[in-house]
């Protein structure tokens, strides 16, 4: 597996050597500095650690307010300027919308969906699970209907939906333009043949799941979820080389627990499939 770990040395190098910052904290300290922050500052909600750079929120006793704020990209800000913590975490944290009413203009233009795996719903307390609206989508992951906002992504309810006078279908296709349209600008590193992305707001998840990246006319290609800010992506006309290393590193990625899927999406005449490496 030399060359794996070599290919895992090289791609941290690619998408961390522009923000690269020595003296800054590690991530974990920073979403603890986050933690303590936010906790401060909503005193009736509870925060917690549960994921890195993950922090999930309840509303009070009698409030079924749930979400999570992920601070990968606070935390990318934060490294441009190391100087600027206590600055950049008060910016991210007054701009989320925890406590905040919508009315129905905002919920149907915010509503998107990422992919999350079945894992990430079993910690989920049950009255949450009852409310939280996902669907299958291949494997073990499922499309989540969530609440977008710059910093924080709110899991979309079947009470909202009820509020707004919404149905399933009806978010499911108010969902598919909006996430689209707020995965804003996707960042592309080219290594050894395989392509790292990255979306400006952190969607990148759902990049297979919007239609336009495999159906018919589409190239074959396959696609690994690497955590919930990057995807690696190979087309399966290039070099033998360039696809084996790709399948290498996502079979020794899923048998350490490190990826975000436990398979590979493989786009094929116009539909995927979900491979495991090495089954």
Known sequence: MRIVALFIVVLVLALSKANAAPEAVSHEAFTSAYLAEVSARHPDYRF????????????PDDDDEEGAIYTDYAYQKYKEDPARLDEIIDHWISSMPIGGELNTEDARNRLVVVLRPSSYFQSMPEEALEQFVSRPFIGDL???????SPTAL????????EENNLSEDEAFILAEPNT???MGEIYREDLAGIEALQSSNGLITAL???PESCRPGVADSAI????????????????????SLFMNLSADMISKNESLAAGVLICSDGEW???VPND
């Open 48 to 59: 917690q650690i549960t994921g890195p750079g993950e922090i999930s929120y309840s509303g």
């Open 142 to 148: 499922h499309a989540a209907l969530m609440l977008d």
């Open 154 to 161: 709110t899991g979309a309810t079947r009470d909202l939906l």
């Open 180 to 182: 689209r349209r707020l």
């Open 208 to 210: 297979p799941w919007l």
């Open 224 to 243: 690994m979820l690497i955590d919930r800010e990057l995807v690696l992506k190979v087309d399966m006309d290039v070099a033998d080389e360039a696809f």
């Open 273 to 275: 499939q979900f491979v």
